[in-house]
């Protein structure tokens, strides 16, 4: 039986797959586990809930609010607001537990219920598991003055959220102007601001949301508008955020689009300069782009390479004290100010080097050459065998002896399909797409379900 909740919360789409009833045992089952666990012991729980704008948020953060106060938990709402922010204020407001109502950069009609424990991280897997189970357990409710009083959050905690970012920077924007793209998402305040009150001449599109147009043709998912943008109105560099603006993607002043592997690069040159960058050490995963790692061993950082999603490299990071690591999406992670991927920090920090060294973006990003990087995904095969078959592990060997040094290969079975990914990166886009063609057939060939 698959999981409830997936490596980012619970996610599909809204009314049907994620209802209100769904999301009020939710919050009642959480507050129920980790009461059991020991997390409330000696105090009133107390929990914050935060939501991107598309209109099923409303009435499934109300749910998840009522949930939570009938188990017994005081509750603030805080309306909309990114994830990263709600991450944030669970730690500076001390808090038990927070959601946040949010399917990311999926569509409209989706939506998702992510928990955050006491400081700001993610649940353990355990937890997570415990919450599912616990759903339809029977459960006596509290009553009398038991029950949760529930907030309404009136602007503060998006002005505390704002305080916070400003207070990372080691340089202003003063002198800058910056083309901004909010994907009519959660950050279609606070991320302007931010950038405002940091010094900068600010440029702003889709930063209207009406509940429907959240990352509508826009955001980092679709960055032309703002690559238009940032080269008619001569800004010095764009930057674009997901629904719930814990991406960032970047554009250099020609239009040029600066991914999460590159926006890594400069920062963990400039984290690594000043002395901050823990053990000289950047966390990626098993996706980024070779040229990343071929640069950063010219700068002499290491790269640790963990699982593709944020948690796995914030686990990774965890683990070895490690103070930067994302993906190529640009869900970076900066732990000396956040605890989860934060688009409006990375766009603050990405802004601020380039106005401390005054030199573009472009010519910064330069210093990441993106290798060439072809994709194929062969359904319809055994994903298991995959490191099994010796055929395809020989046939493997052979092609990354043939791109050396300069190349790479990945072969990764999915992990809700029968499909296996092939991805080769080589020195050139025609010898990518020929290593990828040929173990992509191998792969289709060898693994064929019967």
Known sequence: MSRLFGTDGVRGLANREITADLSLRLGAAAARVLAQ??????HRPRAIVGRDPRVSGQFLSAAMVAGLASAGVDT????V?????????TGAEDADLAVMISASHNPMQDNGIKFFARGGHKLDDAVEDAIAAALDEDWERPTHAAVGRITLDRGSSGERYVEHLLRTLNHDLTGLRIAVDCANGAASEVGPVVL??????VIVINASPDGRNINENCGSTHPEQLQAVTVASEAHLGVAFDGDADRCLAVDHTGTLVDGDQI???LATALKERGALAHDTLVVTVMSNLGLLLAMREAGITTVQAGVGDRYVLEAMRAGGFSLGGEQSG?????DHA????GVLTALQLASRVAQTGRT???LASAVERLPQVLINVSGVDKARVSADTELTDAVAAAESRLGDTGRVLLRPSGTEPLVRVMVEAATAEQAQREADGLAGVVAARLALS
């Open 37 to 42: 666990q020991g997390t409330f012991e000696g």
């Open 76 to 79: 603030e709402d805080l309306g």
């Open 81 to 89: 607001l990114p994830t990263p922010a709600v991450a944030y204020l």
């Open 196 to 201: 405002r009150e940091a010094g900068a001449e």
């Open 264 to 266: 890594m690069g400069v």
């Open 331 to 335: 869900h970076l992670i900066l732990a």
């Open 339 to 342: 605890t989860t991927g934060d």
């Open 361 to 363: 973006l472009a010519d």
